[in-house]
C-alpha cells in the first residue's frame, strides 16, 4: 500500500520480501497473493480513465512484488515441486467434499452458513485453541465490525476499502471450503482485516456521535473514550475467560494430554530409583518424550554392562497408560532405568511384539491416579526378565551394506537370525535404518524372498519403518525386525530376501544409491539364509579343502553327484568369505585330462550372478552347482578336476594357497 501512494519501488521490494516470508507460516498465507492480484485486475478498469500512469507504477510494483517474493520463497517451492504433498496433502484432507449431487449441495450450502456465522456465534470446537461454545468474535468488537462492513461495502471503490474488503473475503475462503468452518489457526489472516474493519466501524459511530450532539468531544476524543472501552471490557473479559475458567475445564486437561504429562512428570521426577517399561507408543508422545528427555538418555543398543546391571536390580514393573489406547498393532517398549544419583538410560526396542504372557504377574500390580482422581496407567509386576529382555538389542546387525533411497533412508546393516534353519522354522531379519530426514517414506517396501536361482518364493509389502519409530531417535538409527516364516514346502538351499521401495499407486520403484552416489537400481539383494535339513551340518560337504582364494575367499570343499565318466558331472563349490571383496570375480570347474588340456569346462559367477562376489560379507557361506559336460572317456585315463576364480574384465586370477598357505600351480586348486 505505501509503495502504491508513494510509487517508491523499495516499498513494493519489502511488501514482496515479507510476502515471500509469510508463504513458510501456516497454510493459509498461500492464499495471500490472490489478494494482492484481485486488488491489481479490480483496480484496472477503475484507473483506465485518466489515471493510466498511476495504473502503470501499480502493474510495475506487483511485478517486483512477485519477483522478489519468488526469490524468497524459492527453497519452499523447490522443495514442493518434488514433495507436492505438503501443499495438496492437508488441503485435501480438510477440503469440503462435493460430487454434484443435491445431498452434497445442500451440505455445502450448511457449511458456507456455519462459515458465515463465524463472525457472528461461531467458534472453534478445539479447545487447545478457545473456550469452546464462547463465540470467537464477539460482544463489543462485533458491532464496530458489523457497522464497519456496511461502511466498506458501500465505499469499495476507494483503493483502501477495497483491499481491506479482498483481505477479508480471501482469508475466509478456508472456513467456506475446509471442515470445520471455525478453524483458529487457519483464520489467523482473517484477524488484520476484521480489526481494521472493527476501527473503521467505530470511527463512524464516534464520527456521528460528535456530529449530532452537542457533548464537548471531538471526535478523536470520543474515538479514544470509545477504544479505551473497547479494551476494558473485552480485556476483562478474556482474562476471566482464559486465566480462570478456561485452565480449570477438564476438557482442557484432556485436550492437553495433561494424564500423560502427569504420568510423565512422576516418572522424570522421581527420587527413587526407576525401573520401568512402558509401550512405545506412549515414549513417543511429543510431551512425555519431552518431559523424559529431562532425565533419560535414550539408547539404541542394551550393553552388557546394562544388561547385567538389568539382570540384578530386581523386579521391573510395566506402566500402560489408560487414556492412549493404541492402534491395535503389538507395541514396542522403552525400559527406563535411573537411580537416585545419576541419571538415567531409555533403552528402546525395536520388536512390536506383545509381552508373554508369563511375563506379567496376573492383574495390575497397582492403579495410578490423577489429581482429579481419575486412573491414568495401570502398573504391572513383571515376573521374568528374561521375556522381556529379548525384546531389546544387544548389539547392531553385523553385516554391512550402503544403499539410500530419495535422500530419507539409507539401509546400514542386516542380519538374518539365525542364518540357518529348519524348512518349518521362523527366522528375523534384523535391518538397522539411519533416517535423514525427518518424515517418512510415502512409498511401501517390498521384501522379496528368492531361492538360489533368483525365483521370488514369498513376499511383503510394508512400511519400511513405523511412522511412530521416526522421531527422536539418536544419531537417526532406527533397528527394525522383520519376522520370515518360509513355506514349509520350499527345498533345502540358499535363499535371499530382495529389498525396494515402490508407490503403491503408480508402482513405481525408487533408485537405490551406493556410497559414492552411484546407482544401484530398484532393488538391493541380502543374505545369504540357508534352509537345512539338518542345522547341524547344514551344507553336507563331502570333501573339504583348507584353500585360499587372494586371501578373501576360504573354499570350504565340495560334492560331487555323479561320476566324471558318464554324461554329465555336477560339482557343488562352497565358499567361504573371509574379508569384503572389491570385485566381481567368476568361478569356474575344469576337468583336466593328462596333459593337462581341458575337457570339460564351466564358468560363471557365483549363483549365476544373483549375489555376486563384492556382495559378500565376512562369514557369508555361499554354494553353486557347476554342470560339466563331460565327453566319453576310455578307462584307465587319468582326470582331475580343478577350480579357481578370475577377473573376467583382465583376466587375472585369483592367487590360490593351500593349507600350508604354498601357492598352487597356475592358481588351480585341485578338486578331484
Known amino acids: 500500500w505505501r509503495?502504491?501512494?508513494?510509487?517508491?519501488?523499495?516499498?513494493?521490494?519489502?511488501?514482496?520480501?515479507?510476502?515471500?516470508?509469510?508463504?513458510?507460516?501456516?497454510?493459509?498465507?498461500?492464499?495471500?497473493?490472490?489478494?494482492?492480484?484481485?486488488?491489481?485486475?479490480?483496480?484496472?478498469?477503475?484507473?483506465?480513465?485518466?489515471?493510466?500512469?498511476?495504473?502503470?507504477?501499480?502493474?510495475s510494483g506487483l511485478f517486483l512484488m512477485i519477483v522478489s517474493s519468488v526469490v524468497i520463497?524459492?527453497?519452499?517451492?523447490?522443495?514442493?515441486?518434488?514433495?507436492?504433498?505438503?501443499?495438496?496433502?492437508?488441503?485435501?484432507?480438510?477440503?469440503?467434499?462435493?460430487?454434484?449431487?443435491?445431498?452434497?449441495?445442500?451440505?455445502?450450502?450448511?457449511?458456507?452458513?456455519?462459515?458465515?456465522?463465524?463472525?457472528?456465534?461461531?467458534?472453534?470446537?478445539?479447545?487447545?485453541?478457545?473456550?469452546?461454545?464462547?463465540?470467537?468474535?464477539?460482544?463489543?468488537?462485533?458491532?464496530?465490525?458489523?457497522?464497519?462492513?456496511?461502511?466498506?461495502?458501500?465505499?469499495?471503490?476507494?483503493?483502501?476499502?477495497?483491499?481491506?474488503?479482498?483481505?477479508?473475503?480471501?482469508?475466509?475462503?478456508?472456513?467456506?471450503?475446509?471442515?470445520?468452518?471455525?478453524?483458529?489457526?487457519?483464520?489467523?489472516?482473517?484477524?488484520?482485516?476484521?480489526?481494521?474493519?472493527?476501527?473503521?466501524?467505530?470511527?463512524t459511530i464516534t464520527g456521528w456521535i460528535t456530529r449530532r450532539t452537542s457533548l464537548p468531544f471531538t471526535s478523536n476524543q470520543m474515538g479514544s473514550v470509545v477504544l479505551i472501552l473497547l479494551l476494558v471490557i473485552n480485556g476483562t473479559l478474556t482474562i476471566y475467560t482464559y486465566f480462570y475458567r478456561w485452565p480449570t475445564t477438564p476438557q482442557v486437561y484432556q485436550a492437553f494430554d495433561g494424564s500423560l504429562v502427569e504420568l510423565a512428570n512422576r516418572l522424570a521426577q522421581s527420587e527413587e530409583s526407576i525401573n520401568v517399561v512402558i509401550p512405545f507408543y506412549l515414549y513417543n508422545h511429543a510431551a512425555v518424550r519431552y518431559i523424559l528427555h529431562q532425565r533419560f538418555e535414550e539408547e539404541v543398543l542394551l550393553p552388557a554392562e546394562a544388561h547385567e546391571r538389568l539382570t540384578q536390580d530386581g523386579p521391573k514393573t510395566l506402566i500402560i497408560p489408560q487414556d492412549l489406547p493404541d492402534d491395535g498393532e503389538p507395541p514396542a517398549y522403552v525400559w527406563l532405568v535411573s537411580d537416585s544419583q545419576s541419571g538415567g538410560k531409555a533403552f528402546v526396542s525395536t520388536v512390536n511384539r506383545d509381552l508373554p504372557p508369563a511375563?506379567?504377574?496376573?492383574?495390575?500390580?497397582?492403579?495410578?491416579?490423577?489429581?482429579?482422581?481419575?486412573?491414568?496407567?495401570?502398573?504391572?509386576?513383571?515376573?521374568?526378565?528374561?521375556?522381556?529382555?529379548?525384546?531389546?538389542?544387544?548389539?547392531?546387525?553385523?553385516?554391512?551394506?550402503?544403499?539410500?533411497?530419495?535422500?530419507?533412508?539409507?539401509?546400514?546393516?542386516?542380519?538374518?537370525?539365525?542364518?540357518?534353519?529348519?524348512?518349518?522354522?521362523?527366522?528375523?531379519?534384523?535391518?538397522?535404518?539411519?533416517?535423514?530426514?525427518?518424515?517418512?517414506?510415502?512409498?511401501?517396501?517390498?521384501?522379496?524372498?528368492?531361492?538360489?536361482?533368483?525365483?521370488?518364493?514369498?513376499?511383503?509389502?510394508?512400511?519400511?519403518?513405523?511412522?511412530?519409530?521416526?522421531?527422536?531417535?539418536?544419531?537417526?538409527?532406527?533397528?527394525?525386525?522383520?519376522?520370515?516364516?518360509?513355506?514349509?514346502?520350499?527345498?533345502?538351499?540358499?535363499?535371499?530376501?530382495?529389498?525396494?521401495?515402490?508407490?503403491?499407486?503408480?508402482?513405481?520403484?525408487?533408485?537405490?544409491?551406493?556410497?559414492?552416489?552411484?546407482?544401484?537400481?530398484?532393488?538391493?539383494?541380502?543374505?545369504?539364509?540357508?534352509?537345512?535339513e539338518d542345522k547341524n551340518n547344514p551344507y553336507n560337504i563331502q570333501h573339504y579343502t583348507q584353500a585360499s582364494l587372494g586371501g578373501v575367499i576360504e573354499l570350504l570343499g565340495y560334492s560331487i553327484k555323479s561320476a566324471p565318466t558318464r554324461g554329465e558331472t555336477d560339482v557343488e563349490l562352497y565358499w567361504r568369505a573371509e574379508d569384503t571383496i572389491d570385485l566381481d570375480y567368476t568361478a569356474f570347474v575344469q576337468l583336466l585330462d593328462e596333459e593337462r588340456n581341458v575337457v570339460a569346462q564351466q564358468d560363471m559367477q557365483p549363483l549365476n550372478g544373483l549375489y555376486p562376489t563384492s556382495s559378500w560379507r565376512p562369514g557369508d557361506v555361499i554354494a553353486t552347482t557347476f554342470v560339466l559336460a563331460v565327453p566319453q572317456i576310455e578307462d584307465g585315463?587319468?582326470?582331475?578336476?580343478?577350480?579357481?576364480?578370475?577377473?573376467?574384465?583382465?583376466?587375472?586370477?585369483?592367487?590360490?594357497?593351500?593349507?600350508?598357505?604354498?601357492?598352487?600351480?597356475?592358481?588351480?586348486?585341485?578338486?578331484?
Open 3 to 59: 509503495g502504491w501512494q508513494t510509487d517508491q519501488f523499495r516499498h513494493y521490494l519489502l511488501a514482496g520480501i515479507a510476502l515471500g516470508l509469510c508463504q513458510y507460516t501456516y497454510t493459509s498465507a498461500r492464499l495471500l497473493p490472490l489478494v494482492f492480484g484481485l486488488f491489481t485486475l479490480i483496480q484496472t478498469p477503475l484507473l483506465w480513465s485518466g489515471h493510466r500512469a498511476q495504473l502503470k507504477g501499480l502493474w
Open 73 to 203: 520463497t524459492a527453497p519452499l517451492l523447490f522443495y514442493a515441486f518434488n514433495n507436492p504433498a505438503i501443499f495438496w496433502g492437508r488441503t485435501a484432507d480438510v477440503a469440503v467434499a462435493v460430487d454434484g449431487s443435491w445431498q452434497s449441495l445442500k451440505m455445502f450450502g450448511l457449511h458456507l452458513i456455519a462459515a458465515v456465522r463465524i463472525f457472528i456465534d461461531g467458534y472453534d470446537p478445539n479447545w487447545r485453541h478457545q473456550f469452546v461454545g464462547q463465540p470467537g468474535f464477539h460482544g463489543f468488537s462485533s458491532i464496530g465490525f458489523w457497522i464497519g462492513l456496511l461502511v466498506m461495502i458501500f465505499r469499495w471503490r476507494q483503493a483502501n476499502h477495497l483491499l481491506v474488503l479482498l483481505l477479508l473475503i480471501v482469508m475466509w475462503l478456508p472456513a467456506a471450503l475446509a471442515d470445520p468452518p471455525f478453524h483458529t489457526l487457519r483464520l489467523a489472516g482473517v484477524l488484520p482485516a476484521y480489526y481494521v474493519i472493527m476501527a473503521v466501524g467505530f470511527v
Open 359 to 532: 511375563a506379567l504377574s496376573g492383574e495390575p500390580q497397582a492403579v495410578i491416579y490423577n489429581r482429579q482422581g481419575q486412573p491414568i496407567a495401570r502398573q504391572y509386576a513383571l515376573a521374568e526378565s528374561d521375556q522381556l529382555e529379548t525384546l531389546f538389542v544387544r548389539h547392531l546387525p553385523r553385516k554391512q551394506i550402503n544403499a539410500t533411497w530419495a535422500d530419507n533412508l539409507r539401509l546400514t546393516g542386516f542380519e538374518f537370525v539365525p542364518e540357518v534353519i529348519g524348512p518349518t522354522d521362523t527366522t528375523n531379519l534384523y535391518l538397522s535404518w539411519e533416517v535423514l530426514a525427518l518424515t517418512s517414506l510415502q512409498e511401501k517396501m517390498f521384501l522379496q524372498l528368492l531361492d538360489s536361482q533368483g525365483q521370488p518364493v514369498g513376499q511383503q509389502e510394508l512400511d519400511p519403518i513405523s511412522k511412530k519409530m521416526y522421531r527422536w531417535r539418536p544419531d537417526g538409527l532406527v533397528l527394525e525386525q522383520y519376522p520370515l516364516k518360509l513355506d514349509a514346502n520350499l527345498p533345502a538351499g540358499l535363499y535371499f530376501v530382495r529389498l525396494g521401495f515402490f508407490n503403491p499407486k503408480t508402482e513405481q520403484r525408487l533408485i537405490a544409491y551406493g556410497p559414492d552416489s552411484q546407482p544401484l537400481g530398484s532393488e538391493v539383494i541380502i543374505g545369504p539364509l540357508t534352509v537345512a
Open 637 to 672: 585315463g587319468s582326470h582331475r578336476l580343478v577350480t579357481g576364480m578370475y577377473h573376467l574384465e583382465t583376466g587375472t586370477r585369483l592367487p590360490t594357497f593351500n593349507h600350508a598357505n604354498e601357492l598352487l600351480t597356475d592358481n588351480l586348486i585341485p578338486l578331484q
